[in-house]
């Protein structure tokens, strides 16, 4: 696995989840109480951006379905997602997100 900067703390200025483009991945990046996450950006049932949907807690809701991911383990939450996310490993390094990709 391959650790790499994709962001900084800087870019959840005016939100808590922003996208990121990590070789052909898009991929969703969120910040929850001051821990990032990061999941697939495409949701597995209406191929909406999940960073544009409402994050509440650790789930963030599709914005054209209103499905739901539990953002710490990809799980669908709610209907009608039914299949999970991938999730990645993402820390942050002081004001540096860093992710890994497999």
Known sequence: MSEQ???SLDAFA????????????????Y???GVVFATDNICTHGQ??????????HEIECPHHQGRFDIRSGEA???????ALQV??????????LLSIP
């Open 88 to 97: 990645y490993p993402v820390r942050l390094d002081g004001d540096r997100v």
């Open 5 to 7: 900067q994709v962001a």
């Open 48 to 57: 909406a951006r999940l960073c544009d949907g409402f994050l509440e807690g």
């Open 14 to 29: 005016a939100t808590d989840a922003i996208a990121v483009e990590v070789g052909p991945r898009q991929i969703a990046i």
């Open 77 to 83: 939450t709610c209907a009608p997602a039914k299949d």
């Open 31 to 33: 910040l929850v109480d």
